[in-house]
């Protein structure tokens, strides 16, 4: 494609809010090879877009719907390759890290707010580290004056740090502030018990070590663009 047909392209994209990065090149992409092989070489991209590309989902509207079924699949498509590169790799010899770290925990810290420290730490830091990521992918759209400005990968290995805070911090409190009317900090109450150190520890310094994987293999450090 020639410069016009390139600027034509990611004005439609930019004009249907396209934004991450991901779909943006997925449809620049697909758009720009159905073009080259369109039958009618004399059709202008423009008109290539309007009866063909979007006709084949069924017009604008219907495209438009398509969209989140289509950013579901690349979401769907991530957790598989996540699973397969790394979740495997991860438990058939990593997973010594977490373990002998929450060994060592269990053994030589016993105070209280050392234990809760350390659960803190495994959740923040890789949700802190992939947010100060996103910021920098969003700083180097900006600056490079790129059309999109966020990254789906991106936004699930963060979504992916906050899983576990979720599940036995924000959701028991939650609970409880529905039915018993009071807060709860159920990570305080389980540091008091000694037989709950080790499991706990273990579960969290596993799963922030797999959010450093993440960020390390899967993050999308920098943006690119067709």
Known sequence: MNTSDQETLRYNLVRWGIKDMELYNELYDHIATSYENREDKNQPLQAHIDDVFLASFGGYAEFKKDIA???????????????????????????????????????????????????????????AFAQ?????????????????????????????????????????????????????????????EPAFIFPITFLMLTHAFICIILLVRKFNWKPVTI
Request: net charge positive.
């Open 69 to 127: 079924n289509i950013r579901h699949q690349y979401i769907g498509a991530f957790y598989k390759s996540v699973w397969k590169k790394t979740g495997r790799q991860f438990y058939s010899g990593w997973v010594l890290v977490p373990l002998i770290g929450a060994l060592v925990s269990s053994i030589f810290i016993s105070t209280q707010n050392s234990i809760l420290n350390i659960w803190e730490a495994a959740f923040f830091i890789p949700l």
């Open 132 to 192: 100060l990521m996103i910021w920098i992918f969003r700083y180097r759209c900006r600056t490079q004056n790129l059309p999109f400005s966020r990254s789906i990968v991106n936004r699930e290995v963060r979504g992916f740090s906050v899983i576990l805070y979720g599940l036995l911090i924000g959701l028991p409190d939650i609970v409880s502030r529905i039915f018993l009317r009071e807060e709860l900090n159920i990570l305080s109450n389980l540091s008091q």
